[in-house]
């Protein structure tokens, strides 16, 4: 018989963790200790210092490994605290240039925390392939992706962002955390090392903060764990439990999610009142083809733009069925307002740069009945515009 091997959603609950080999358990034991018992003076058992290696986290790190096809694993007390570690396999003087519309915690990072420690950066528009050339000086050692970015969707294509990398043999990241493995593997794609806020559609129940890092080359995971041990910030055995729980339904929560917001996206593009609305799902999105040969699908965020503030702020009001809140990627949907919510770290100028407009909101669309949202949305877009026109 040939081998069969099985499929990703197949995967993400027969894999290594299917059951604990001590007892059988078909959950992953939630292993608390902070130390562990040593054998003798001159033999060390696997486990030493749960900072080090705690098999709860391994199984978790093992997991994402194996999804994003790569050989190693980390995890981390959240998404920034995975980001922050990866950028320290910088050293002063070294440039990295950034994807301009990137995660607000990122930018804060690279421009407040890494700019005082020699680390230098360029923000360019990574769709925009020349702009990623004509920034690289001879101390680039990092391109930055995040695809599709956040909040407007961008997409950067990766094969083209890795040629150049490989051509100045600087190091490669995406932010994969719109996409999952699910839908997206930048390691398959040349890239070095993916990352994730798996606080978002990983674990996908808004209910626990934590942060992923794989890599494919074993050296490059070597240092990476290094630094995950030197820096300490890695994710507790609760919350190791919480992604591991939310993996399972990755792929039904990402079908769902995403077939709704393919709809919410159509009805938002029709409407009459929206100006804008950014999706990697419509076929006039600027790079849909890109998006289309890199990623299986469009995923479950999106984000749109009202014709005015006022519209805006009454819409807001009167939208009842999402969350209006921070975060992303969870089973309920969440409204944000990334001006003042993800990207108030960016000043107001920078903003306008990126184009995050004052009436640009951030749907992520979860599992309700998409009618049910549509009906809330057209329902308070109505509202709204009938209470400007009485005002007059
Ligand atoms: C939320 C998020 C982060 C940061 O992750 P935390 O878990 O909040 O630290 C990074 N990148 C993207 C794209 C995010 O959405």
């Known amino acids: ?192 090392v993916v990352l994730h806020s798996a606080t978002k559609f990983l674990g996908g129940h808004s209910d626990t903060l934590s942060g992923l890092a794989v890599v494919k080359d074993e050296e490059l995971g070597n240092r990476l764990y290094t630094l995950q041990n030197s820096f300490g910030a890695v994710l507790g055995v609760q919350d190791a439990w919480l992604v591991m729980r939310g993996i399972k339904t990755l792929s039904v929560r990402m079908n769902q999610s995403q077939e709704n917001a393919k709809q919410i996206a159509a009805f938002l593009k029709d409407h009459p009142l929206v100006q804008k609305v950014h999706f990697p799902g419509l076929e006039d999105h600027p790079q849909y083809e890109i998006h289309s040969r890199q990623a299986k699908g469009p995923g479950a965020v999106l984000s749109f733009e009202l014709e005015n503030e006022e519209l805006f702020k009454a819409f807001v009001e009167n939208v009842k069925l999402p969350v209006f809140a921070v975060s992303l990627g969870g089973v309920e949907s969440i409204l944000s307002y990334p001006a003042k919510m993800s990207h108030a770290a960016m000043p107001e100028g920078e903003r306008q740069k990126r184009g995050i407009s004052n009436t640009l909101l951030r749907l992520s669309v979860g599992l309700e009945s998409v009618e049910d949202i549509i009906h809330d949305f057209s329902a308070a877009l109505e509202v709204a515009s009938n209470t400007l026109l009485k005002k007059g």
């Open 1 to 192: 018989m040939t081998k069969h091997d099985y499929s990703f959603e197949t995967q993400l609950l027969h894999n290594k963790h299917k059951f604990d080999p001590s007892t059988g358990a078909v959950s992953v034991p939630v292993q608390y200790a902070s130390t562990f018992h040593q054998p003798s003076v001159d033999t060390f058992g696997k486990f030493d210092y749960s900072r080090s290696l705690n098999p709860t986290r391994e199984a978790l790190e093992d997991i994402i490994a194996e999804m994003e096809g790569g050989t190693r694993g980390l995890a981390f007390s959240s998404g920034m605290a995975a980001i922050s570690t990866a950028f320290l396999l910088l050293s002063q003087g070294d440039h990295v240039v950034v994807t301009e519309d990137v995660y607000g915690g990122t930018f804060r990072m690279v421009t407040q925390v890494l700019s005082r420690f020699g680390i230098e950066h360029t923000f360019v528009d990574m769709t925009n392939l020349e702009e990623v050339r004509a920034a690289i000086q001879p101390n680039t050692k990092l391109l930055y992706m995040e695809t599709p970015s956040n909040p407007l969707m961008k997409v950067t294509d990766i094969e083209a962002v890795v040629a150049i990398a490989k051509e100045i043999g600087a190091l490669t990241f995406v932010d994969n955390t719109f996409m999952t493995p699910y839908l997206q593997r930048p390691l398959d794609l040349g890239v070095d």
